[in-house]
């Protein structure tokens, strides 16, 4: 820019300045490390970018053995299917229909009965938590597990009660159950599990989720 450029742009000069002094202390923020520490964050980088592309490839190779495994099942069961005449698929066919008419059947015939069940939960004073426990085989079976369920409870309640009231100088007569943790509910009888639902609800609803 000659003089009289630079005559008629007098704030040109300055702004250029100010550009290169914003770029030195851009450049003097940037922080020093020690090649020591320099070493130890190129090292990390390194592991962490070895490390995604270690489960990146693992991934893959799951998907892809997930899909040729299934490619093989698909091929197999079409050759399987080949050699079979047309009787034989329609004896197979119909078979399989059947089978999931079945459990489609189970599967609702359980739903009523869990249905029923908790209709007749709070006449009886079963908690929810229990009722997919006392589901029998039909509705009468149902009604008569909750009934169990109730008088084994009601029992359970009015004998704490009563060791309550008489204190703590008479032994106690076999109101309480010992549950291993590691069992589940499927393990305990109906009895026990009543017990253990009034004298340990936490550890019952522990072995509930299981």
Request: net charge negative.
């Amino acid at each position: 820019m000659d003089e009289k450029d630079k005559s008629l742009n007098p704030q040109s000069e300055p702004e250029e300045k100010q550009g290169q002094d914003e770029k030195k202390n851009t450049q003097k923020e940037k922080p020093d490390f020690t090649p020591e520490q320099q070493d130890w964050i190129n090292g990390f980088v390194s592991q962490t970018k070895a490390e995604a592309k270690r489960e990146m490839e693992d991934y893959k190779k799951q998907i892809d053995s997930t899909i040729s495994d299934t490619v093989n099942q698909k091929l197999a069961e079409q050759e399987r299917r080949a050699k079979m005449s047309a009787e034989e698929k329609a004896a197979e066919d119909r078979k399989e229909l059947e089978n999931e008419n079945r459990q489609l059947k189970a599967k609702i015939e359980y739903n009523d009965r869990l249905s029923y069940g908790r209709s007749i939960a709070a006449q009886y004073n079963v908690p929810t938590t229990m009722v997919e426990r006392l589901v029998g085989a039909d509705n009468q079976e149902t009604e008569s597990n909750m009934k169990d369920f109730a008088s084994a409870f009601n029992s359970a309640v009015q004998s704490g009660v009563d060791k309550r009231l008489a204190g703590n100088n008479q032994p106690q007569q076999g109101a309480t159950v010992s549950v291993d943790s590691n069992k589940s509910l499927n393990d305990l009888s109906l009895d026990e599990q009543t017990k253990l639902f009034h004298e340990n609800p936490d550890l019952y609803n522990q072995l509930a989720r299981r």
